[in-house]
Nanobody, 114 residues
Framework: QVQLVESGGGFVQPGGSLRLSCAAS????????MSWYRQARGKEREFVAG????????NVADSMKGRFTISRDNAKYTVFLQMNSLKPEDTAVYYC???????WGQGTQVTVSS
């Protein structure tokens, strides 16, 4: 059974940083690509970043490029999202996603406000 558990969300002031983690279990983590999505209140869920199974290839949404970085530690079955220079519009629930299985975590809230 695929299980994804996010952590690391919280409250941060504009310009601050957060690092999200997603602990995966129930599948051979290093065989599969992983992604992060987010959903702001009243908006549709949107793609944030993706990473290949090896970690050699990454993709970040244009609006977050240069500020967000996705990475993974296959030995620890964990995928990360480093978020820098956060803006109020980054406020959302952030979800870890295992595309092959269409698996989703429960989400972690990120609030950017002064």
């Amino acid at each position: 059974q695929v299980q994804l558990v996010e952590s690391g969300g919280g409250f941060v002031q504009p310009g601050g940083s957060l690092r999200l983690s997603c602990a995966a279990s129930g599948f051979l983590f290093d065989f599969y690509a992983m992604s992060w999505y987010r959903q702001a209140r009243g908006k549709e869920r949107e793609f944030v970043a993706g990473i290949s199974n090896s970690g050699d290839s990454t993709n970040v949404a244009d609006s977050m490029k240069g500020r967000f970085t996705i990475s993974r530690d296959n030995a620890k079955y964990t995928v990360f999202l480093q978020m820098n220079s956060l803006k109020p519009e980054d406020t959302a629930v952030y979800y870890c996603h295992a595309p092959w299985f269409n698996g989703w975590g429960q989400g972690t809230q990120v609030t950017v406000s002064s």
